[in-house]
């Protein structure tokens, strides 16, 4: 059922930790959920989860999510649009708007080439562009990647569906993907508040036929897979399947819009993030760090889950 916002809980935003590899809590791993944020330039940040790397000019080793544009098109639209966790929490993916082989970090990848790409959904002729959305396989080498017209590649050892390539075009620009925990079907989720499954993955329910105050930005995914939450640049939540709504920033003023929403490791929460760094959590997704009123270099685009404890 969906249950449009109506609450909305304002939390205070405290200054940003990063956690590395390294670190942990005395006396073992620490049982607490945490989260990555990503922005533009590709800089991580990293609460209550271990940092594994960026994908800044200067960090990354290759493919940074700054490198050169195709001829014609402007340096500055040239960016890391998500961040996609492996299902253990043992690595992470970026990518960059421009290219369909994303940077792996930690134990994600190893990185596959082009060849490695096989489409998925084919919407109609395009360029190769603005990609935005990401989602990892089960193995954590391989991927799902979206662009905003909806092109579906499947990447490293993700394979193709059993009904083959599909053709289905949007109405409005696609903005997100997420897998199914067994890896053999994925959502996507359009502006508008379309929802479109694909393999094993359950239709339950969308926003497409809704008058919205705000574009949706984002679809997360239930642990068990029945249910998922949208979210949109005003902050609102909207739940189906058994995706339990637990508040949103629907209603409330805020400082920069949302761009993403990252489901807790038990399903009964969420956390929802903004350009400016802000972090905002609710039900049993605690609150660890944002970097709201840090100094970035570029603007945040995106926010994941870490589904395991810090190493100790």
């Given at each position: ?21 390294t670190q942990g ?32 000019p ?7 999510c ?31 708007v ?14 596959p080439s ?12 395009q ?27 499947g990447?490293?050892?993700?394979k ?12 409005a620009?696609v903005v ?23 393999g ?16 949706i ?82 603007p945040?685009t ?11």
């Amino acid at each position: 059922m969906v249950r449009r916002t109506l609450t909305a809980v304002v939390l205070g935003l405290v200054a940003a930790v990063l956690i590395a590899p390294t670190q942990g809590g005395a006396g073992g791993p620490s049982p607490v959920p945490g989260y990555w944020l990503v922005g533009g330039d590709g800089g991580v940040f990293a609460f209550n989860a271990p940092f594994y790397g960026s994908g800044t000019p200067s960090a990354a080793q290759s493919a940074p999510c700054g490198f050169p544009p195709p001829l014609l098109y402007d340096y500055q639209h040239v960016f890391c649009t998500a961040i996609a966790p492996t299902p253990s929490g043992s690595g992470y993916w970026l990518v960059n708007v421009w290219d369909p082989t994303a940077i792996p970090f930690g134990q994600a990848g190893p990185q596959p080439s082009r060849s490695a790409c096989t489409v998925l959904n084919q919407p109609g002729y395009q360029p190769e562009s603005n990609w935005t959305g990401l989602a990892s396989s089960n193995s954590g080498a391989g991927y799902w990647l979206v662009s905003e017209l909806g092109l579906v590649m499947g990447c490293g050892d993700v394979k193709p569906l059993p009904s083959g390539p599909t053709t289905l075009r949007f109405n409005a620009p696609v903005v997100g993907i997420a897998a199914t925990p067994d890896g053999m079907g994925y959502w996507l989720v359009g502006a508008d508040g379309g929802v479109f499954a694909f393999g094993d993955a359950r239709f339950a329910g969308s926003m497409g036929d809704r008058s919205l105050n705000a574009p949706i930005v984002g679809i997360a995914a239930t642990p068990d897979g029945k249910g998922y939450w949208l979210a949109a640049s005003d902050g609102g939540v909207f739940s189906f399947g058994d995706a339990a709504y637990a508040g949103s920033m629907g209603g409330s003023r805020l400082n920069a819009p949302i761009v993403g929403i990252a489901g807790s490791p038990d399903g009964k929460g969420y956390w929802l993030a903004a350009t400016d760094g802000g972090v905002f959590s609710f039900g049993t997704a605690p609150f660890g760090g944002s970097m709201a009123g840090k100094a970035l270099a570029d603007p945040i685009t995106g926010i994941a889950a870490y589904p395991g404890p810090i190493p100790g």
